[in-house]
């Protein structure tokens, strides 16, 4: 847990060393700094007794709400105290003085999880769509509401001036022209489309509603006296906040690959995964891995199955005579 709080400060360090223009080389050391605790910090023994691990969660709820709420103000400032400045003051005096109890520790973390929507909805309001890739996908969800070809009738450098973008967003190109066609797979229009008709002229907004349901995914399946940490990561991993709202790089694919590795000794764990793949390119790098620890799962399940119970012993209890297991039957 300590490992994962030094790895996302270091991200967050890269993003804001990139925010201000400093030196080339200050988010990389951050970025290399991060990989070297992720990779070390499991090998590490960390004891912590329970009132230590209480105030030490607490602290990095709080960390993590003001480095957002920092991330912010770098990118949008505020000319009077914000709702997301009040909110960060809240967090910081209930980490000083709530109580404990699981009553006020989700209190706690309802008031840190509306500091980061605050902050969120300011960067949202303030500042316009800044990638090509939220451009591409409101532009395409439009053309096909207009009954028209998403892909076939898509211009990137257009789509882009209609959002007052410049084409030099557009992916450049070999030949020094700039990639025009759609390149995204169809989830990723699909999915905003019905909102885009619904009248969402922003759809970072649904963006926004996907990361808050990633992190619940995440801090939900962790053990519970691990759940504050886990949550302060999430908040506070400003990489996070900067692609996914301020930039605009929709998170669905995320969503539904944490989705399908919390639901691995299930069927429909496929459905979601091929829904990431069908979503963004970048599942297409983290699939094959999901598929090989489930084919290695598989695998440990045969063999215990016929180690344990070989072909023709009755069971006693079902009266089934060998056969494959029920995960991996037909």
Same mark, same amino acid.
């Given at each position: 847990?300590?490992?994962?709080?030094?790895?996302?400060?270091?991200?967050?360090?890269?993003? =804001?060393? =990139?925010?201000?223009?400093?030196?080339?080389?200050?988010?990389?050391? #951050?970025? &290399?700094?991060?990989?070297?605790?992720?990779?070390?910090?499991?090998?590490?023994?960390?004891?912590?007794?329970? *009132? !230590?691990?209480?105030?030490?969660? *607490?602290? #990095?709820?709080?960390? &993590?709400?003001?480095?957002?709420?920092?991330?912010?103000?770098?990118?949008?400032?505020?000319?009077?105290?914000? /709702? !997301?400045?009040?909110?960060?003051?809240?967090?910081?005096?209930?980490?000083?003085?709530?109580?404990?109890?699981? @009553?006020?520790?989700?209190?706690?973390?309802?008031?840190?999880? &509306?500091?980061?929507?605050?902050?969120? &909805? $300011?960067?949202?309001?303030?500042?316009?769509?800044?990638?090509?890739? =939220?451009?591409?996908?409101?532009?395409?969800?439009?053309?096909?509401?207009?009954? @028209?070809?998403?892909?076939?009738?898509?211009? %990137?450098?257009?789509?882009?001036?209609?959002?007052?973008?410049?084409?030099?967003? #557009?992916?450049?190109?070999?030949?020094?022209? *700039?990639?025009?066609?759609?390149?995204?797979?169809?989830?990723?229009?699909?999915?905003?489309? /019905?909102?885009?008709?619904?009248?969402?002229?922003?759809?970072?907004?649904?963006?926004?509603?996907?990361?808050?349901?990633?992190?619940?995914?995440? $801090?939900?399946?962790?053990?519970?006296?691990? @759940?504050?940490?886990?949550?302060? =990561?999430?908040?506070?991993?400003?990489?996070?906040?900067?692609?996914?709202?301020?930039?605009?790089?929709?998170?669905?694919?995320?969503?539904?690959?944490?989705?399908?590795?919390?639901?691995?000794?299930?069927?429909?764990?496929?459905?979601?995964?091929?829904?990431?793949?069908?979503?963004?390119?970048?599942? +297409?790098?983290?699939?094959?891995? %999901?598929?090989?620890?489930?084919?290695?799962?598989?695998?440990?399940?045969?063999? !215990?199955? +016929?180690?344990?119970?070989?072909?023709?012993?009755?069971?006693?209890?079902?009266?089934?005579?060998?056969?494959?297991?029920?995960?991996?039957?037909?």
């Amino acid at each position: 847990m300590i490992a994962g709080l030094i790895v996302t400060a270091a991200l967050s360090l890269g993003a =804001v060393s =990139v925010t201000l223009q400093l030196h080339p080389l200050a988010p990389f050391a #951050a970025f &290399a700094l991060g990989i070297a605790v992720l990779a070390i910090g499991p090998r590490v023994r960390w004891s912590l007794s329970e *009132r !230590d691990r209480d105030l030490a969660t *607490r602290a #990095a709820v709080a960390f &993590a709400v003001l480095a957002a709420v920092g991330d912010r103000h770098l990118l949008v400032a505020s000319r009077a105290v914000a /709702p !997301d400045d009040v909110l960060a003051a809240i967090v910081v005096i209930g980490a000083l003085v709530l109580p404990a109890g699981p @009553r006020w520790r989700a209190a706690g973390a309802g008031v840190a999880v &509306a500091a980061y929507v605050a902050v969120a &909805a $300011t960067l949202i309001v303030a500042r316009p769509y800044e990638s090509d890739a =939220v451009a591409a996908a409101h532009g395409a969800a439009e053309l096909l509401l207009e009954g @028209r070809h998403p892909y076939a009738d898509f211009d %990137l450098v257009e789509q882009l001036a209609r959002f007052g973008l410049p084409p030099e967003y #557009a992916t450049p190109l070999e030949d020094g022209t *700039r990639l025009r066609s759609l390149d995204y797979p169809a989830l990723a229009f699909l999915v905003p489309a /019905p909102f885009v008709a619904a009248g969402l002229t922003d759809v970072r907004i649904l963006y926004l509603a996907e990361l808050l349901g990633l992190f619940a995914l995440v $801090t939900l399946s962790a053990a519970p006296r691990s @759940r504050g940490v886990v949550l302060a =990561v999430c908040l506070g991993n400003l990489v996070v906040l900067d692609q996914h709202v301020a930039a605009g790089v929709d998170p669905l694919w995320a969503v539904l690959l944490v989705g399908a590795f919390l639901a691995r000794e299930h069927r429909w764990s496929a459905i979601l995964l091929g829904l990431a793949v069908a979503t963004r390119q970048t599942a +297409w790098l983290v699939a094959p891995f %999901l598929i090989a620890l489930e084919r290695r799962q598989i695998n440990a399940d045969l063999r !215990d199955h +016929w180690v344990h119970r070989p072909p023709g012993i009755q069971d006693d209890e079902t009266g089934d005579r060998g056969g494959a297991p029920d995960r991996v039957a037909g």
